[in-house]
């Protein structure tokens, strides 16, 4: 399982610029993209928080790290600004077979 977390900076809440609802679209957008046929998800985290989970057969032999950094390249090359990301505090990957 690839779960990372960030840590929240205090500009984080003042410095998004738009809904979470329409940031959450933006980032599932990109994601189903990238992941047409498999298991989407993004979802409220605690307070402000976005979390974002993908299960795909992509990440069999992915290691943690490489999953991480895969999920958040697809982040990376949204509109999303940097107080917008850091909402972003969960990105987490499966494989099918973790969850078997």
């Known amino acids: 399982m690839a779960l ?3 840590q929240k900076s205090k500009r984080t809440r003042a410095g998004a ?3 979470r ?3 959450k679209k933006i980032i599932e957008a990109a994601l189903r ?3 047409p046929h498999d298991t989407v998800e993004v979802s409220d ?3 402000d928080n976005i979390h974002a989970l ?3 057969k992509v990440f069999d032999k992915m290691t943690e790290r490489t999953k991480f950094a895969h999920l958040w ?3 990376e090359g949204t509109d999303l600004n940097d107080s917008e990301k850091d909402l972003i505090t969960a990105l ?3 494989s099918p077979r973790e969850l078997m």
């Open 92 to 94: 987490i990957a499966y």
């Open 4 to 6: 990372a977390v960030k």
């Open 17 to 19: 610029n738009r809904s």
């Open 21 to 23: 609802t329409i940031l």
């Open 54 to 56: 993908v299960v795909s």
């Open 45 to 47: 985290g605690f307070e």
């Open 33 to 35: 993209e990238r992941f």
């Open 73 to 75: 390249k697809i982040v």
